[in-house]
C-alpha cells in the first residue's frame, strides 16, 4: 500500500515552478530555442504545457485541503479560500507594478497607473498569478459543494458552453487574434491601458472570459488528486476495476486510460475548436490535462512504486516547497537589478547607453558561449534558474517555507 502523502506531487509541482521561471526568463527573447516559445498562435508547444500543468497542480492540492475545509464548516471555507484569492490576484498586481518607478532618460519617474505621456498604456491588470486566484477561487467553490460526478457534468457543461460563445460571439474566425470575443469584454471592463499588449494590439492572454476554462484546468487536477488519494477506488463514471487488488494498477491504468481518452478527445475536438493557450480553447484544456494526468501518474510510477528518488526529484522537490515565493522572487528580482544601471558604452548618437546587472551578465558572459545566439540564452535561463534554486535550497535548509 502506499503512502497516503503523495512525493511524487511535490516533485511535479516543483518541476513546473522551475520550468515557468526559466521559459520566463531567457537571456533575450529574440534568441530562444524553439521549444521553449509559446506556439504563434494554434497549436502546442512544450511551454504552453507549463501554465495548465501548474493550475493543475493547484487542484492536486487541493484535493487535500477541501476535506478539512468541509469539515470546519462554510465560515472557515469562505474565509480561507477568499482570503487566499484577494492575496494571490493583489501580488499578481504588485509584480505588474512593481518596482513603481523606471528610468526616463537621465531621472527616475513613478510608474503610474495610466500613462500621462500615452493614454494607451498603464499598468496591466491580468495575468498570470490573477488568473491561478480566480481560476482557484471557482475551482474551490465547486469542489466544496458539489459531489464528484456532478463536478465532471458541470466542466464538461462549461467547455461546452465556452465553445459556443466563441464560435457564436466571435467574429468571421471566431478564434483568431481578430475575431476572438473575450477582447471586447477585456476592453471594456478593464480598459485599454490595463491590457496585455505582447500581440502588437490590445488582447490579453489572461483575460477574463478565457479564465473561464481555466477554471476547469484546476477542476481537473482536484478530481485526479481525489482519484490519487481514493487509489483508483471511484467508480464517478465507470465501475471499479475488478482486474488486480493492487492498488497502485487500479490507479495507475485508471490515470493512463484516462489522459489518453482526454488526449484523443481533444484531437477530434481540435478539429473543430483548435487547441490554443492565447485564448485557452476548451481542446487545450482536455489535451493538457490528459498529458498532465499522464506524467503524474509517470511519476508516480517511478517515485512512489519504483521508490526512485535521486537528486533529480530532490532538485525539483526544492523548488515545490515554496512556489509561489519563488516565482514571485524570479519576477520582481530582475525588474529591480534593471533600477541600477552600469555604463555600456556609448550609441551612435554619442549618448551613453547603460546595462543593468543580469543583462551585464547575459551580453559579457553567457552570449559569450561558443554557438548560435540561442546557446548562449538558453545558458542564462539555466544559471538564473540555478540561483532560484539556491535560494529554495537554502530556505528548505532553514525550514523556512513562505504560505499565502
Known amino acids: 500500500m502506499m503512502k497516503q502523502r503523495y512525493y511524487s506531487l511535490d516533485v511535479f509541482r516543483g518541476a513546473t515552478v522551475a520550468l515557468m521561471i526559466m521559459v520566463n526568463n531567457p537571456g533575450t527573447w529574440a534568441h530562444m530555442f524553439a521549444p521553449l516559445k509559446h506556439a504563434a498562435w494554434h497549436g502546442c508547444s512544450p511551454t504552453d504545457l507549463v501554465f495548465p500543468f501548474f493550475l493543475f497542480a493547484v487542484g492536486n492540492a487541493m484535493s487535500f485541503v477541501i476535506p478539512r475545509l468541509q469539515e470546519a464548516g462554510p465560515a472557515v471555507f469562505w474565509r480561507k479560500v477568499l482570503k487566499r484569492t484577494v492575496l494571490i490576484f493583489a501580488i499578481g498586481l504588485f509584480i505588474n507594478w512593481w518596482p513603481f518607478i523606471k528610468w526616463e532618460g537621465a531621472e527616475l519617474v513613478f510608474k503610474q497607473w495610466v500613462d500621462p505621456n500615452d493614454p494607451s498604456r498603464g499598468i496591466r491588470i491580468l495575468g498570470v498569478l490573477q488568473r491561478i486566484a480566480i481560476a482557484y ?10 459531489k464528484e460526478k456532478a463536478i465532471i457534468w458541470i466542466s464538461a457543461g462549461i467547455l461546452l458552453l465556452y465553445w ?10 471566431p478564434y483568431s487574434l481578430e475575431g476572438w470575443f473575450g477582447t471586447k469584454y477585456d476592453i471594456a471592463i478593464l480598459g485599454v491601458p490595463h491590457i496585455y499588449k505582447g500581440e502588437g494590439v490590445p488582447f490579453d492572454p489572461e483575460g477574463l472570459m478565457s479564465t473561464l476554462p481555466a477554471v476547469v484546468q484546476v477542476v481537473f487536477g482536484y478530481l485526479v488528486g481525489v482519484f490519487i488519494k481514493k487509489q483508483g477506488q471511484v467508480d464517478w463514471l465507470w465501475s471499479k476495476v475488478p482486474a488486480s487488488n493492487e492498488p497502485h494498477f487500479k490507479l495507475l491504468s485508471g490515470m493512463f486510460v484516462t489522459g489518453f481518452i482526454l488526449v484523443v478527445l481533444a484531437w477530434i475536438w481540435a478539429l473543430g475548436f483548435p487547441i490554443n493557450k492565447k485564448i485557452w480553447t476548451s481542446s487545450y484544456v482536455l489535451y493538457t490535462t490528459g498529458l498532465a494526468t499522464m506524467t503524474i501518474g509517470g511519476m508516480i510510477w517511478f517515485i512512489e512504486v519504483q521508490g526512485v528518488k535521486n537528486k533529480l526529484t530532490q532538485f525539483f522537490d ?3 516547497k515554496n512556489p509561489l515565493f519563488i516565482f514571485v522572487l524570479s519576477g520582481i528580482l530582475p525588474r529591480f537589478l534593471g533600477l541600477f544601471r552600469i555604463p555600456d558604452g556609448l ?3 554619442g549618448t551613453q547607453k547603460y546595462i543593468d546587472a543580469f543583462g551585464w551578465f547575459y551580453k559579457y558572459v553567457c552570449a559569450q558561449v561558443p554557438g548560435i545566439p540561442e546557446v548562449g540564452s538558453f545558458v542564462y535561463s539555466l544559471c538564473f534558474l540555478a540561483l532560484m534554486w539556491v535560494i529554495c535550497y537554502w530556505l528548505d535548509k532553514k525550514k523556512i517555507y513562505v504560505k499565502v
Open 137 to 146: 477561487c471557482f475551482a474551490s467553490i465547486l469542489a466544496y459543494y458539489f
Open 318 to 320: 526544492v523548488f515545490g
Open 347 to 349: 550609441a551612435e548618437d
Open 164 to 173: 459556443a460563445v466563441c464560435a457564436l460571439a466571435g467574429g468571421a474566425d
